[in-house]
Nanobody, 123 residues
């Protein structure tokens, strides 16, 4: 069982950077794969990045090379460093935890969700 709280969202100009944090509670945080998803108005929730329990990472093509996901198990926290932000990155960003073994890029594959944090990139 985990509870997730995102922070770090805000308003930034195109080309700027933000770092999102997701603080988790739970005795077995290190056993979970941790993912980031985003949802823009009128669009489906989409996969952004994941770091699994072994430290392996996977990114959606549109953020590859710009975003970096990482985790600090000692702090029960996962991060999403976002550089070279574009207006199309504007969305509510959600942290999610997955118990089942195996990396997933589908929202339905995740068991626990944070409340989301707004990221707005102005042109």
């Amino acid at each position: 069982q985990v509870q997730l709280v995102e922070s770090g969202g805000g308003l930034v100009q195109a080309g700027g950077s933000l770092r999102l944090s997701c603080a988790a509670s739970g005795r077995t945080f290190s056993r979970y794969d941790m993912g980031w998803f985003r949802q823009a108005p009128g669009k489906e929730r989409e996969f952004v990045a994941v770091v699994n329990r072994n430290g392996n990472t996977y990114y959606e093509d549109s953020v590859k090379g710009r975003f970096t996901i990482s985790r600090d198990n000692a702090k029960n926290t996962v991060y999403l460093q976002m550089n070279s932000l574009k207006p199309e990155d504007t969305a509510v960003y959600y942290c999610a935890a997955r118990w089942t073994y195996g990396i997933s890029t589908h929202a339905k594959g995740y068991d626990y969700w944070g409340q989301g944090t707004q990221v707005t990139v102005s042109s």
